[in-house]
């Protein structure tokens, strides 16, 4: 990564700090040395060779400090739950403590002191837990990557076309891909759900590899992809669409010794003056459906009338 660019992601973490600061009541030395620790996890699991640009590094960081919060928050949890079971057994043994003729008043109080720091505790743990919940919330409303596939999310994709679409008329060709995967919902009865989210992992990654460096590749929601191609002709763009097609119809996925193939269907349309994000997206939702009636695993394109 570039000076400049580590530069900038350096100010990114340095204003992220300063926000944690002031968004809690106090902050102690531990607590600013444990976020400090967080980042540099953070730092360290982040792949430079998946770095296309700065803008990705910096949502890379704040989806994997998101992943970080989600693991602490499971730990709080595991934690607590340790903390209620024990508190109820510490209940369950001073309520049979009790029924004794036996006077143990001394052992009693103990008990009693015990029980009620754990009730403490465990009060402390849930405004915790319930705590890290608001902050992980944030961040996913903030984040512009998708959670499970790490491309782009479709906040960011919206994001995008109300900046291209404000612009009217455009110095270069743009042409949208709306990516389906075909038979997905058999895929999910068949195997489950857990296979379903490694093959839109595995999409995702596949049109990274396939795709030139300034191309976007968006999760639009469940099994579609949309794909942004700049500066590029029409002929182009579908040589890129159908190497997609044979790219993954190529590959499979291997899951508990078992092979798994997949297909994908495309529409696609190119951006004229004037277009809304609405127009870009019936129209090639129009090619997407003649991709699917026509048979699946090709591409399908839907001019503009007139042009």
Excluded: W
Aim: proline fraction near 0%; charge should be negative; glycine fraction near 4%.
């Amino acid at each position: 990564m570039e000076k400049d660019n580590l530069k900038s992601l350096v100010t990114q973490i340095y204003e992220e700090l300063l926000n944690n600061i002031d968004s809690q009541g106090k902050v102690d030395k531990k607590e600013l040395i444990g976020y400090l620790q967080n980042v540099i996890t953070t730092l360290q699991k982040m792949d430079d060779t998946e770095m296309d640009s700065i803008e990705h590094a910096k949502i890379t960081f704040s989806n994997t400090y998101k992943e970080i919060a989600n693991k602490s928050l499971s730990s709080y949890k595991e934690t607590n739950g340790k903390f209620e079971e024990l508190s109820k057994r510490h209940k369950e043994t001073l309520d049979e403590a009790k029924d004794y003729l036996i006077d143990l008043p001394s052992i009693t109080q103990q008990f009693d002191d015990i029980q009620e720091h754990m009730t403490q505790e465990v009060e402390k743990a849930n405004n915790v837990i319930q705590h890290l919940n608001q902050q992980i919330k944030a961040l996913e409303e903030d984040s512009n990557l998708d959670a499970l596939t790490k491309v782009f999310n479709r906040r960011a994709l919206n994001t995008y076309l109300e900046k291209v679409t404000q612009k009217g008329k455009l110095q270069h060709e743009l042409h949208l891909l709306l990516l389906d995967i075909d038979d997905f919902k058999s895929i999910n009865d068949t195997y489950g759900h857990v296979v379903g989210d490694k093959i839109l992992i595995f999409i995702a990654n596949l049109l990274r590899k396939t795709l030139r460096d300034g191309d976007k590749v968006f999760r639009y929601g469940g099994e579609e992809f949309v794909i942004i191609l700049n500066r590029i002709s029409k002929k182009k763009c579908e040589e890129i669409a159908k190497r997609i097609l044979r790219t993954v119809s190529g590959n499979s996925l291997l899951y508990k010794g078992e092979t798994i193939n997949v297909t994908v269907s495309i529409g696609a349309t190119k951006y004229h003056e004037n277009d809304t994000a609405i127009d870009l997206f019936e129209r090639a939702d129009k090619a997407l459906y003649r991709s699917k009636g026509l048979g699946k695993n090709q591409l399908n394109t839907e001019c503009k009338h007139g042009n």
